[in-house]
């Protein structure tokens, strides 16, 4: 089994900056390509940004692209999302995922096969 735990959610001015991590562990994790994807208050979960595990390509959405990046720390089994420029639209619970049978559909949800819990994101204007 493989757990997902997020952490680094809090409460940011509009224009500032928050990094979020996701800690993986269990014996079987060996993601292919790993998400963070985000909901808020009311709407469906979406797509944020991806990467590739082994080779660290990467890929985004466009509303997040140039202000978010998306990293990862395999010696950690760790990934990252250093969100900068934040906007009060990007306040949501976000959520990491990890996908080990990668189809080639990253955005989405039914891709990934583990989620974490999720944390909250709140920008204020």
């Known amino acids: 089994q493989v757990r997902l735990v997020e952490s680094g959610g809090g409460l940011v001015q509009a224009g500032g900056s928050l990094r979020l991590s996701c800690a993986a562990s269990?014996?079987?994790?060996?993601?292919?390509?790993m998400g963070w994807f985000r909901q808020a208050p009311g709407k469906e979960r979406e797509f944020v940004a991806a990467?590739?595990?082994?080779?660290?390509?990467?890929y985004y959405a466009d509303s997040v692209k140039g202000r978010f990046t998306i990293s990862r720390d395999n010696a950690k089994n760790t990934m990252y999302l250093q969100m900068n420029s934040l906007k009060p639209e990007d306040t949501a619970v976000y959520y990491c995922?990890?996908?080990?049978?990668?189809?080639?559909?990253?955005?989405?949800?039914?891709?990934?096969?583990?989620w974490g819990q999720g944390t909250q994101v709140t920008v204020s204007s």
């Open positions: 269990g014996r079987t994790f060996s993601p292919y390509i």
């Open positions: 990467i590739k595990w082994s080779t660290g390509s990467t």
């Open positions: 995922a990890a996908d080990q049978n990668y189809s080639g559909n990253y955005v989405l949800i039914s891709e990934y096969d583990y």
